[in-house]
């Protein structure tokens, strides 16, 4: 049996570690200056794309990657949020959930992905895990955690409170993904985004 082999992109379509070439292929063909490699080990993958740095994650190696995404369905006024939660790239928990709060309603999908990105962290703080990267589309979702863009909105404000209640006991690493560019992972949280509200 051939031993397993894990692909790492760190420059293409979608950056990250796919366990096939076939997957890999996808991601780096017709991708100027695309960069990938295999290994033999997801680890040793992670800190390919990463740096040995092992993702700023200090000696503790263990960490999880969460796809968050949010949709919206304006006949209800309700949004939905879709979150895939991986360890050593398989999937170990999906949510499919949905809200209208008031003050989050207005932002639309946004606010979906709010809360699933909320709903990824809270995980973490569950099951006691350190270290997450989180791969998201829309760039508030780093952003208005890290202070780069202003917290003006009822919405943002409360997600910025909670990324500060919790970012001294979890680590997260904010990778942007681009939306709709074929990651399974992505398009699973997409999916389960839209179930939630039934679109």
């Known amino acids: 049996m051939a031993k397993q082999k894990f692909y790492a992109v760190k420059k293409g379509k979608n950056i990250g570690v796919y366990n096939t ?6 991601q780096v063909n017709g991708f100027s200056g695309a960069e990938y490699k295999s290994f033999s080990t997801f680890q040793e993958a992670k800190e390919y794309i ?6 700023s994650f200090q000696e503790d190696k263990e960490f999880i990657e969460a ?13 939905g949020s879709g979150v895939v939660i991986l360890k050593n790239n398989e999937v170990i928990k999906t949510y499919s959930e949905k809200g209208k709060e008031e003050s989050l309603v207005s932002m639309r999908n946004v ?6 990105s909320k709903i990824a962290m809270q995980y973490c703080i569950d099951n006691n895990v350190q270290n997450l990267i989180l791969y998201f589309d829309y760039e ?16 943002t404000i409360a997600y910025k409170n909670f990324y500060d209640s919790i970012k001294n006991k979890l680590n997260v690493k904010f990778t ?5 560019s074929g990651n399974k992972y992505n398009e699973e ?6 179930k939630a509200i039934g679109v």
């Open 21 to 26: 070439w076939d997957e890999c292929k996808k």
């Open 50 to 55: 990463y740096g040995s740095e092992k993702l």
């Open 67 to 79: 796809y968050v995404d949010g949709s919206y369905e304006h006949s209800i006024k309700m949004y």
């Open 111 to 116: 606010a979906g992905e709010i809360e699933a």
């Open 140 to 155: 508030g979702i780093e952003k208005w955690c890290t202070g780069v863009w202003k917290t003006n909105k009822k919405g």
């Open 176 to 180: 942007k993904v681009k939306a709709h």
């Open 189 to 194: 949280a997409d999916k389960l985004a839209k």
